[in-house]
């Protein structure tokens, strides 16, 4: 069937932009007073640069270029529309390899590694560990919409969905799987399920798959206090760490719907939404500028904008919930695939330095669910690890597979 895909380049109408361009025009702004320092979520001067930048110079036809650089397809899986970008493998027998983004990511976060990982030997690897790179769009996301007839997408529903991509539409009789952020969780379903049809999984944080299971699955805490006699840096980095995801786990579990009428709506609003944690989640010393240009954060804007996804694509959350994961067997460890993890320093648990941090993690209750065959701390780097460490992370896949494909 693989051979029947014909490659369709993205391309966006023009009255999408037009109507983007007179809604940029037209936004109303509020009033931000006392917001220099960020406290109350995204700065107002910083956001309106943006948006004029957007505006009046930021250019998506060469956007769309870069992203046709690479072949792109529109199937359905199981009913699901499904967009994905290919990178073919060069090299003597290239391994298939499906990478899963998450939230706010789109597939285009991938785009640093997967030259390096499709073309080893153009970047000073070798050919022998070429990978037939896969990046799909998660459904509900980007170009893989609309859902209408899908309103219960959530992680373990895509890793259904992907197996069957990559196994009887792409025709792969066994295949690698790497992802970040919900996409890691996608990958670790698949190191779950299907492991037996897997070389193994390479993620960017070990979460359980019960994450998002229970009645409190918006509060990382559990609705617990911050224990008493903490040092002061731990107790603030505690702290840090819940006000860095607390709002939009709140929201996107509790009440999705609600926020996508003025995010669908406001083009401003919605860059103000995602901004506020490409800013937090990211390690830039305090300048965003330094990990996404300003056209960078305008392209991944734009994926979401252009087929209306901002939506979907936070319920998904809700739907991580609403649809609890279940096991798919009882053996130990539930993930049974062979598992390599990117750490980094910026996303480091408080009162864990980064030499200690793959200890830390082999000991812990989240360690326990994995089988655990590389594991790579980095004092660089944040939340969106292939982005902004892409040959960091290109060398860790590449040990995790070593020998194994």
Not at 183 to 194: E, I, N, P, R
Not at 195 to 218: C, M, P, V, Y
Request: hydrophobic fraction near 40%; proline fraction near 8%.
């Amino acid at each position: 069937m693989r051979d029947l895909l014909k490659p369709e380049p993205i391309h966006v109408p023009d009255d999408v932009l037009d109507d983007l361009r007179r809604r940029l025009e037209l936004t109303r702004w509020p009033d931000d007073v006392g917001n220099e320092d960020w406290r109350y979520g995204v700065n107002g001067a910083y956001l309106r640069e943006l948006v004029e930048h957007w505006r009046t110079r930021y250019d998506w036809r060469k956007a769309e270029a870069a992203i046709n650089a690479y072949e792109h397809y529109r199937v359905e899986v199981e009913g699901v529309p499904v967009h994905f970008m290919r990178r073919p493998g060069a090299g003597p027998d290239p391994t298939p390899l499906i990478l899963t983004h998450g939230w706010p990511w789109t597939f285009w976060h991938w785009s640093k590694v997967v030259d390096p990982l499709a073309d080893p030997a153009a970047h000073g690897g070798d050919p022998a560990e070429a990978f037939d790179v896969i990046v799909p769009s998660f459904p509900g996301f980007g170009f893989s919409a609309p859902l209408h007839d899908h309103p219960d997408m959530n992680f373990w529903k895509v890793a259904d969905l992907w197996h069957v991509l990559m196994t009887q539409v792409l025709g792969h009789a066994k295949y690698a799987a790497a992802g970040c952020d919900v996409g890691a969780m996608v990958t670790g379903q698949l190191g779950h399920k299907y492991a037996a049809e897997l070389h193994g999984i390479h993620i960017g944080s070990g979460q359980k798959l019960t994450l998002f299971n229970g009645d409190r699955a918006w509060d990382l805490s559990g609705g617990q206090p911050i224990p008493e006699g903490l040092p002061a840096d731990v107790h603030d980095r505690i702290v840090a760490l819940d006000r860095r995801f607390a709002v939009h786990l709140a929201a996107h579990v509790l009440a999705p719907s609600t926020l996508a009428y003025g995010l669908s709506d406001s083009p401003a609003g919605m860059l103000a939404w995602i901004l506020e944690r490409w800013v937090n989640w990211s390690d830039n010393g305090g300048d965003i500028e330094t990990v996404f240009s300003k056209d960078d954060l305008l392209t991944h804007a734009m994926i979401f904008w252009v087929g209306n996804t901002i939506g979907t694509s936070v319920r998904t959350y809700a739907n991580n919930n609403r649809y609890p994961w279940t096991p798919s067997h009882d053996r130990l460890p539930p993930i049974e695939a062979p598992t390599g993890i990117t750490f980094v320093g910026y996303e480091n648990p408080p009162g864990v330095t980064t030499d200690r941090r793959v200890e830390h993690f082999r000991g812990s209750d989240r360690g326990a669910w994995y089988n655990l065959v590389n594991l790579t701390a980095h004092d660089r780097g944040g939340h969106f690890i292939p982005w902004e460490i892409p040959g960091e992370w290109v060398d860790d896949l590449r040990r995790t597979f070593r020998g194994r494909v």
